[in-house]
């Protein structure tokens, strides 16, 4: 049972353009979603996370965004660069379980 | 400051064979976990322990067994390999308040095995 999906395999924007990457989940007892960042040969990196008392959070260029009702996460990155090249996954920490992941390529 | 050490690096075994994947964390943190990653599966949960003393099992246990030898330590073994298995494995660590699992997991930088 995928609990939590990312149903888009990968992303290619251009520099500075924005980046938008999804996440869906089914189960609507989920309260704390978390973004991860993945380089190549390296464990996942933590980038940031949102309860589901907010509907926005931002840390830099990162913001999250939720919609309960949809049951629907969004990563923004804006402006994005190419060291913002990675997989990205999103989680839902009561599950401790991953989506697929999202390879974003961001093109010079 | 080390975070999660895991070891080996690199792993080719021959179908039936066993092995012990190592990881230690120098974090303090209480629960640590397994996962594995393959194309398109993203990050599965194996095993996870959520304080010294227990373990449970995750989404994808068989064939797989844990032990938590102590705090820094959480060991993950393959009775006997499988092709199956061939995959990279990381372990991870967080402290868990005991109310919420809302700290972000610290990973290691993973085993990659081979089973042929």
């Known amino acids: 049972d995928q609990q939590v999906k990312q149903n888009s395999p990968s992303l290619s924007v251009q520099e500075g353009r924005i980046s938008i990457l999804n996440c869906d989940y089914t189960?609507?007892?989920?309260?704390?979603f978390l973004w991860y960042k993945k380089y190549p040969a390296e464990g996942p990196t933590f980038l940031i996370s949102i309860s589901s008392i907010k509907d926005k959070n931002e840390d830099g260029r990162f913001t999250v965004f939720l919609n309960k009702s949809a049951k629907h996460l969004s990563l923004h990155i804006v402006p994005s660069q190419p060291g913002d090249s990675a997989v990205y996954f999103c989680a839902a920490s009561a599950s401790m379980r991953f989506g697929a992941g999202t390879r974003l390529t961001v093109k010079p | 400051n080390a975070g999660v050490t895991q070891t080996p690096k690199f792993q080719v075994l021959k179908t039936g064979q066993s092995m012990t994947l190592q990881c230690a964390q120098d974090?303090?943190?209480?629960?640590m976990y397994w996962y594995r990653q393959d194309p398109g599966m993203g990050l599965r949960l194996i095993y996870y322990?959520?304080?010294?003393?227990?373990?449970d099992k995750g989404e994808v246990p068989n064939g797989y067994n844990v032990s938590r030898l102590n705090k820094r330590e959480f060991s993950l073994r393959l009775e006997s390999a499988a092709p199956s298995q061939t995959s990279v494995y990381f372990c991870?660590?967080?402290?868990?308040?005991?109310?919420?699992?809302?700290?972000?997991?610290?990973f290691g930088n993973g085993t990659r095995l081979t089973v042929t």
């Open positions: 991870a660590s967080t402290l868990w308040t005991g109310s919420s699992y809302n700290s972000p997991l610290h």
């Open positions: 322990s959520a304080s010294e003393g227990t373990t």
């Open positions: 189960n609507s007892m989920f309260d704390y």
């Open positions: 974090m303090n943190h209480n629960s």
